[in-house]
């Protein structure tokens, strides 16, 4: 089938298994506020499966997981907190391309949002430690907005903020999440295989193209979108 894709104006990216493979941090964040509650520790798996929807949902269900009471949740808020400030991006590394990936959308001379679910001061920190902070114009975090993704409010306004039309966005992610949003924000999307996709297949999700590192997507759009100036969207 041809596919038609637009001509991008902007990139929206996310950060959590798209940019950075943060998993070890949200384990050792977890274990450290569920000894401190003395509850049972959970398993890599679990973890790996259930973020990407906000540190909010993601103690929520790992209080539900290891039998915690739900009057546990500020605790566990508060300490998550305060370990994860400590721990930010010390067992995360950036994925291999990521750099590369970067560099060529850069080298388009087109604005990049960083748009993750983490809450924004966590992610300003860890793009900064991980020297990807001058990659992106803006960086809005699910602490930024009324509503997280899979909602499409959070890419709306970045798309506001950044001055460029939905259908010419183009997101980057890693999830069903990224792309559900992105599907009802009008933006094109394309998700990378080594995030975390709640345990589910990557392939399964509808998006207009899946790739296994960052630094294909910069070459697969030169290939597949017109390079056109005056190209109808
Ligand atoms: O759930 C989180 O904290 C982060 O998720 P995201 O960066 O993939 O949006
Ligand atoms: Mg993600």
């Known amino acids: 089938m ?31 506020v569920l000894a401190e509650l003395e509850l049972p520790l959970v398993g890599r798996e679990f973890v790996e499966h259930t ?16 039998g915690g009471a739900p009057s546990l949740y500020d605790p566990a808020w ?5 370990f994860y400030r400590d721990i930010n991006g010390q067992h995360a590394e950036v994925f291999p391309g990521v750099r590369a990936g970067l560099d060529a959308l850069k080298a388009l001379g ?15 920190e860890l793009l900064a430690r991980k020297q990807l902070a001058g990659y992106f114009k803006l960086v809005f975090g699910g602490d930024d907005f009324e509503r997280k993704k899979p909602d ?32 009802a924000a009008g933006c094109p999307v394309v998700l990378l295989s080594h995030g975390y996709n709640h345990g589910q297949p990557i392939h399964a999700v509808d998006a ?26």
Not at 51 to 66: D, F, K, M, P, Y
């Open 152 to 183: 499409p409010l959070p890419l709306l306004k970045t798309c506001e903020a950044l001055g460029t039309a939905p259908a010419h966005t183009w997101m980057v992610g890693d999830s069903s999440n990224d792309a559900r949003a992105a599907r």
């Open 78 to 82: 508060q300490l998550y907190q305060r």
């Open 208 to 233: 207009d193209a899946v790739f296994d590192s960052l630094e294909e997507f910069p070459r697969w759009l030169d290939a597949k979108v017109s390079r056109d100036p005056n190209a109808r969207a």
């Open 110 to 124: 087109l604005p990049m949002a960083c748009l993750t679910n983490k809450p924004a001061a966590f992610a300003r």
């Open 2 to 32: 041809q596919m038609h894709h637009p001509t991008p104006q902007a990139f929206i990216v996310d950060l959590d298994g798209t940019l950075v493979d943060t998993l070890g941090d949200f384990v050792a964040v977890l274990q450290r």
């Open 51 to 66: 973020v990407g929807q906000g540190s909010e949902h993601l103690i929520r269900s790992t209080l539900a997981e290891v």
